[in-house]
Each structure stands twice: as structure tokens, then as C-alpha cells.
């Protein structure tokens, strides 16, 4: 069972949140601060939501309910990820635009529909077929997920790509930097950043890489969540 690991990160994201809000009112932090908080939710409700939808009828409405604000939450993580790269590397003014704010926020609204509609909480028996949540609990061997379809698919790839954005945007401030522990906490921050996209794309490959489920390789995409904070939080603590 997961649920004590992904609230271990939940807490170690908490934890991050308010270190790096109390080191500074500056606005790039007020974002990572509000970042790791949406992944606080993120992983809270994706820790009850697997765990507990079988439980009942009423127990997978309420887990949908939750699977629907995690889709929110990882949208917004990304958002945020985001806009902390081009405070990072063009200033707060080009956050502060609103044309800019409205695409974005358009942009992930669409991806986080489409993943609520098209990638839905399901509860699969031993073959893999969708059980109706009218007769839950089920009986034998079980399994929650995520539903898949190309629109599900492609409106995932959306706020990988906002990742892919902010690691270009950051990658061109280190190239620019000159002074060695700052060009060292740059690429320390990066592979923060980026430790988050891995965690999840090992998660959504992993049933291609190690065909038997257990606890230890789903722990592999956890430590990727684990350590995230840890390197943001070092790359922007102040010496």
C-alpha cells in the first residue's frame, strides 16, 4: 500500500512550502510556495483516491470527486513551475502580463477538462475489464486506475510540455551565468524541477518497464517526488 509514502512526500512538500516562503515575500517564492502546496493536494487526495474508490458506491464517488481536484492540482503545479522559470530568466514583469496569464491559464484549463473527462477513476477486475461502481466492493482480484484514451493522452503531454518550457527558459540562465555556485544552484534547481515529469512518466511507463507490480518499483517514482522539493528548496536558500 502507497498511501504511507505518497503522505510522506505530502508532508515533505509541505514542510519545503513554508521554508522557502519564510525565507523571502519575494514573489518567486510566493509561487514555489503555492506550487508545493498543489502538490500537497495532489498527492493527499491521489494517496486516498486508489486506496479507498473500491471500498464502495459512495467511496468511488467521492474518490472521482478527488481524482477530478488531483487533475486540477497537477495542472496548476505545472502552471506555477512554469511561471517561476520566467521570473527566473525574463523578470516579474512577463508574469504580471495579463494576455499571457489568460493563455496560459486557458491552455491548462482545456488539458485538465480533457484528462477529468477522457481519464476517469476506474476499478478493473483480474481481466482487466471496468467494474460497475453500483456493485462495489469487488469481489477477487481488483485494481484501481486511471482510464486512457488518445484525448487523455495528448492532454497529459500539455503540462509536460509547460515543463519543458520552464527547464529551456532556465537552461539559457545558466549558460548566461557566469559565477559558479550560482550556475550550481541553477542546475540543481532544474533537476528539482524536472525530478516531478520524470516521477510521473515513470509512473505512467512503468507497467512497461517492470511487468509485475510491487511495492519497490512503485517507490522508485515516489523518491523522484521525495527529492523534488528537497533540491528546489536548497537552490534558492540564500547563503
Known amino acids: 500500500m502507497l498511501i504511507i509514502p505518497k ?31 498543489s502538490w500537497v493536494i495532489y498527492n493527499t487526495f491521489d494517496s486516498f483516491s486508489f486506496t479507498f474508490a473500491p471500498a464502495s458506491y459512495t467511496s468511488f464517488i467521492i474518490c472521482s470527486a478527488l481524482w477530478a481536484l ?65 456493485t ?6 481488483f485494481t484501481s486506475a486511471e482510464g486512457f484514451s488518445l484525448i487523455s493522452a495528448i492532454a497529459t503531454v500539455i503540462p509536460l510540455v509547460f515543463y ?38 515513470y509512473f505512467l511507463f512503468r507497467s512497461l518497464l517492470f511487468p509485475i507490480y510491487t511495492i519497490w518499483t512503485s517507490m522508485i517514482g515516489q523518491f523522484c517526488f521525495l527529492l523534488s522539493p528537497l533540491l528546489i528548496f536548497w537552490a534558492l536558500r540564500k547563503d
Open 136 to 141: 462495489l466492493p469487488p469481489t477477487g482480484v
Open 164 to 201: 519543458i518550457i520552464a527547464t529551456v527558459n532556465l537552461s539559457k540562465v545558466i549558460k548566461k551565468t557566469e559565477d559558479r555556485a550560482s550556475k550550481k544552484k541553477m542546475v540543481v534547481l532544474v533537476i528539482g524541477i524536472n525530478l516531478i515529469p520524470i516521477g510521473l512518466l
Open 7 to 37: 503522505m510522506i512526500v505530502a508532508i515533505t512538500f509541505l514542510y519545503f512550502a513554508f521554508k522557502i516562503k519564510r525565507q523571502s515575500n519575494y514573489l518567486l517564492n510566493k509561487i514555489f510556495f503555492f506550487a508545493f502546496l
Open 70 to 134: 488531483q487533475k486540477v492540482m497537477l495542472n496548476t503545479y505545472s502552471g506555477l513551475i512554469y511561471n517561476a522559470s520566467n521570473i527566473i530568466s525574463k523578470g516579474e514583469l512577463r508574469v504580471r502580463k495579463k494576455k499571457h496569464q489568460i493563455i496560459e491559464i486557458s491552455i491548462l484549463l482545456i488539458s485538465t477538462v480533457l484528462m477529468i473527462i477522457e481519464a476517469p477513476l476506474q476499478i478493473l477486475d483480474g481481466n482487466k475489464d471496468v467494474i460497475d461502481p453500483h
